[in-house]
Every structure is written in structure tokens, then in C-alpha cells.
């Protein structure tokens, strides 16, 4: 059984996948008014106290909002924490979370059973990615609400299984809140997600061509017009395997057909290609399989609505099966 907060006041079933670089208040402001629960990495933010300033601007402005309109769903926000070695800023994230009461916190590389005690002692929930059932029965056991099972075709760093077998192999044991995070860029899909067994979807790279998203205009146009024949999986860049867009690729000067095999125990989030200048996320831009289906780049509140609309349609005609 989902917890209200994952549930209530929201317009979809859907969580704004935190995006390195690209996701900060203004989209996340955008992705919670619109009904979909907006979420950000606290590293987004740095120095660290501009996450203070950050989580105390989205706390007051929803709150005015939410008055402002009360017949409106207005989704709650979530902060991601990378709980990686490489990250030095953890235990400090962590206290600026409870400090606001972040409603929401989402894990990635790491289970931390301190993180998940902190932020319970106030009320937050908090939701951890994984790529396969190892993960998911370790970050369960070390006290995570709920689980992003992250399929293949996710954008960013990615998963190697079929959503199918990640979920059912989940389902087969946890029925807890459980998202599925690959390739779903419309309607259709979120629903779908829900057939197999998920509660909710996770989804990041539609909203890296809207007008709230941190990104360069050159980078929301090839979301709009790329689609899954255009990006790659490697690890080059970080040290974990994850999808990137190939024109990026080329645009940096690099083969994508012959790109270094990176050591997966030197981990860098934003590190330079071997003998190149270009850097992860910055000029390398990840991307998930599913962008075929964004056609254009638009506000956070018209790609709500299509996705809205898509999703009603989907259930009326699973309805006449």
C-alpha cells in the first residue's frame, strides 16, 4: 500500500527523476504545481548553502502556492542524495534535510541505515534506486521505504535488465512502493508500468526539453529530436554504464563507436574522458531510450497535460479489452 504521500495530491502517478545539472527549484517548483511529485540532487546545489536557500524557497513557495490554490493538487518535492564515497557532502545533505523536513528523499549508488533513521525521525519517506534484486532486498533491509527499480533504457546511469524481470523478481517478494524508472516518455507508459506491477513511474528525460529545465537550448532541442537510434550505452565517462546521447558525443570530439572502457572503482560524476576535455552531464548529455516520444520542447505544465491525457486514454482503452 502506497503512504499518502506518494499518492495524494497528485495529477499522475509520477516522479520527476532528479537530473544532474539540469534540475533545480524553478523545474521542480513547476513539476509539484503541475501535480507530479519534482525532485533534484542535492549536489545541484552547491556550495552546500545554496541547498539551504533551495529546500527554504520550495518549502515557503508550495506552501503560498497550496493556499493560494486550494482546489489545485499540488505534489510534494523530493531530494536525491548520492551516497557514493566521492560524495564528502553526505552527512551534510542529510542534516539540511531533516533541518526542512524534506518530505521525500531519494538514494542512489549507496544504502546509508543513518540516512534512512534521519529522515524518518520527522515523517519523510525515503526511496532507493536499484538495478537489480540484490540491491533492492539490501536497501529494504537497510530500512528503505520504497524502491526505483531503474530498467534498461533509463536515462543517465542505467540498469542491464528488462523491466519485466526487475519488477516481477521484486513483486516476488516486496509489496511495498515500488517505481519503474526506463524509457517511459508518455501516457501509455506509466500505465503500463502499473500492469506489471509498479505503483508508480519515475521520469526524467522528457523533462530535460522544457523551459524550466537548467539545461542549454541545444540540448533540449536533441532530446525533442533524437529518439532511441540515437544514444549509446557506456561507461566511459563516469566508470558506470549509463545512456548517452551520440551527437553530444560526437559534438565533444570522440568516436562513439570507439570510446574508452573506464574503471567502474574511480568513479567521477563529471570527470573528463581520457585525453579529451569533455565532461559528463555538462558536454556528455545522458538520455533515456524512451525520448522518441517528445516531439518538442515545452513548458513543465503542457508536458504534465499530454502525459495526462495520454494516460486517461490508455486506461479507457485497457477498459474495452
Known amino acids: 500500500m502506497l503512504p499518502s504521500i506518494l499518492k495524494d495530491n497528485l495529477t499522475l502517478p509520477v516522479i520527476a527523476a532528479?537530473?544532474?545539472?539540469?534540475?533545480?527549484?524553478?523545474?521542480?517548483?513547476?513539476?509539484?504545481?503541475?501535480?507530479?511529485?519534482?525532485?533534484?540532487?542535492?549536489?545541484?546545489?552547491?556550495?552546500?548553502?545554496?541547498?539551504?536557500?533551495?529546500?527554504?524557497?520550495?518549502?515557503?513557495?508550495?506552501?503560498?502556492?497550496?493556499?493560494?490554490?486550494?482546489?489545485?493538487?499540488?505534489?510534494?518535492?523530493?531530494?536525491?542524495?548520492?551516497?557514493?564515497?566521492?560524495?564528502?557532502r553526505v552527512r551534510e545533505d542529510i542534516a539540511l534535510c531533516v533541518k526542512h523536513k524534506?518530505?521525500?528523499?531519494?538514494?542512489?549508488?549507496?544504502?546509508?541505515?543513518?540516512?534512512n533513521d534521519a529522515i524518518h525521525s520527522y515523517g519523510g519517506i525515503t526511496l532507493h534506486d536499484i538495478i537489480n534484486d540484490r540491491h533492492a532486498k539490501s536497501a529494504i533491509k537497510k530500512g528503505a521505504d520504497g524502491l526505483i527499480a531503474v530498467a534498461v533504457g533509463a536515462g543517465g546511469h542505467a540498469g542491464n535488465l528488462s523491466p519485466f524481470a526487475l519488477i516481477q523478481e521484486?513483486?516476488?517478494?516486496?509489496?511495498?512502493?515500488?517505481?519503474?524508472?526506463?524509457?517511459?516518455?508518455?501516457?501509455?507508459a506509466i500505465l503500463a508500468a502499473q500492469?506489471?506491477?509498479?505503483?508508480?513511474?519515475?521520469?526524467?528525460?522528457?523533462?530535460?526539453?522544457?523551459?524550466?529545465?537548467?539545461?542549454?537550448?541545444?540540448?533540449?532541442?536533441?532530446?525533442?529530436?533524437?529518439?532511441?537510434?540515437?544514444?549509446?550505452?557506456?561507461?566511459?565517462?563516469?566508470?558506470?554504464?549509463?545512456?548517452?546521447?551520440i551527437p553530444s558525443i560526437e559534438k565533444a570530439g570522440l568516436d562513439p563507436n570507439n570510446l574508452?572502457?573506464?574503471?567502474?572503482?574511480?568513479?567521477?560524476?563529471?570527470?573528463?574522458?581520457?585525453?579529451?576535455?569533455?565532461?559528463?552531464?555538462?558536454?556528455?548529455?545522458?538520455s533515456g531510450q524512451g525520448i522518441g516520444a517528445v516531439k518538442e520542447v515545452v513548458a513543465t505544465q503542457v508536458l504534465v497535460d499530454r502525459l495526462s491525457k495520454e494516460y486517461a486514454e490508455a486506461k479507457i482503452k485497457m477498459a474495452a479489452l
Open 102 to 115: 524534506v518530505p521525500i528523499v531519494i538514494t542512489s549508488l549507496g544504502a546509508l541505515p543513518e540516512l
Open 195 to 245: 500492469a506489471m506491477g509498479a505503483d508508480m513511474a519515475y521520469i526524467g528525460s522528457p523533462f530535460i526539453a522544457t523551459h524550466e529545465a537548467r539545461a542549454v537550448d541545444e540540448y533540449k532541442q536533441a532530446i525533442a529530436d533524437c529518439s532511441a537510434k540515437d544514444i549509446i550505452n557506456s561507461n566511459s565517462f563516469t566508470g558506470i554504464h549509463g545512456n548517452y546521447l
Open 18 to 88: 532528479p537530473l544532474f545539472i539540469i534540475s533545480h527549484p524553478e523545474l521542480t517548483l513547476a513539476q509539484c504545481k503541475a501535480g507530479v511529485i519534482g525532485a533534484f540532487p542535492s549536489l545541484n546545489a552547491r556550495p552546500i548553502d545554496q541547498l539551504d536557500e533551495w529546500l527554504t524557497r520550495l518549502n515557503n513557495e508550495l506552501t503560498e502556492y497550496k493556499a493560494a490554490n486550494p482546489d489545485k493538487k499540488v505534489a510534494p518535492y523530493a531530494v536525491n542524495i548520492i551516497v557514493h564515497p566521492s560524495n564528502a
Open 170 to 188: 521484486i513483486r516476488d517478494w516486496f509489496d511495498g512502493p515500488l517505481l519503474l524508472s526506463g524509457s517511459i516518455a508518455n501516457g501509455g
Open 260 to 286: 574508452p572502457v573506464s574503471d567502474p572503482t574511480k568513479m567521477d560524476f563529471a570527470s573528463a574522458t581520457e585525453g579529451n576535455d569533455a565532461k559528463a552531464w555538462k558536454d556528455i548529455w545522458g
